[in-house]
């Protein structure tokens, strides 16, 4: 879409693809951390291009995948408008087959399945008996070159990889192709002014799982997540619009 609008002379704002990453330093807190790793990845399903599906633990990690993981186990599915249904089912058939054929790669390719989301399609969810419902999954020793680690999934999947410092993981979300969005989770202010200043990625959250801008600030993608020269929201929104005049006079 993009090539064929410039190659007729018209300026594009082309939101691309993403593949967030959710970075947790040892010295996150963990409680705070998960809640927001579980909005995150299974909030909407896993399907909104802000949702981060790859999670980066550093360093020791256990007490974090234990208390993750007792909240996926648990995560309430059902109908959507139901109070207490923390997630609904995807949107299409052919949707949700396209999400457990990138589950099957996961497999195939080697990841640790800790939780599979394929065993909770079946069930009663909250009385529902329609809807193209699936589980929640989490994949354990995942690969930066396995496919569920590259490619954006749209579904409520998450990856883990383990890495042993900051520095690992900052390469690790800058070799992606993707620069959507991206998260660490820390105590620490000098982890964090490191991560937002080193990562190229256009949207950054310190300890938020979603860090959608306001209005007023660009959705700033980079990468293969964003075509154009002037991002959507904020001024950069009404510069796009906006066709600039110079007026140079002169009077005697």
């Known amino acids: 879409m993009y ?9 594009v704002q082309a939101l691309g693809g993403a593949k967030n990453h959710l970075v947790v330093m040892p010295d996150a807190h963990v409680e705070k951390s998960v809640e927001a790793i579980m909005g995150s ?3 909407a399903a896993g399907e909104r291009c802000l949702a981060g599906s790859v999670l980066v633990a550093v360093g020791e990690s256990r007490p974090l995948l234990d208390a993750l993981l007792r909240k996926v186990r648990n995560l309430r599915i059902g109908d959507g408008a139901a109070p207490g249904t923390e997630m609904g089912p995807l ?34 969810h ?3 008996s329609a809807g193209y419902f699936m ?3 989490v994949f354990d020793g995942v690969a930066p070159d396995m496919t569920i680690a590259r490619e954006e999934i749209f579904g409520p999947v998450l990856s883990v990889i383990r890495v042993k410092d900051l520095d690992e993981a900052i390469a ?11 998260s660490i989770f820390t105590s ?23 860090a959608a801008p306001m209005a007023f600030f660009p959705f700033s993608g980079w990468k293969n997540s964003f075509y154009g020269d002037l991002h ?13 005049k110079v007026i140079m006079s002169r009077w005697f």
């Open 3 to 11: 090539q064929t609008a410039a190659a007729h002379g018209k300026r």
């Open 135 to 137: 589980g929640p999954t």
């Open 172 to 182: 690790l979300v800058n070799g992606s192709a993707f620069g959507n969005t991206t």
């Open 188 to 210: 620490d202010g000098k982890s964090a002014r490191e991560y937002a200043s080193r990562i190229e990625v256009g949207m950054v959250g310190v300890n938020v799982g979603v």
């Open 41 to 43: 990845a299974f909030g």
């Open 91 to 124: 949107v299409t058939a052919e949707h949700r087959a396209r999400v457990l054929g990138y589950i099957e790669k996961g497999v195939a390719e080697g990841a640790q399945l800790l939780v599979d989301g394929r065993e909770r399609m079946r069930s009663d």
């Open 232 to 244: 959507a929201h904020g001024r950069d929104a009404v510069s796009f619009y906006t066709e600039q």
């Open 126 to 128: 909250g009385g529902c």
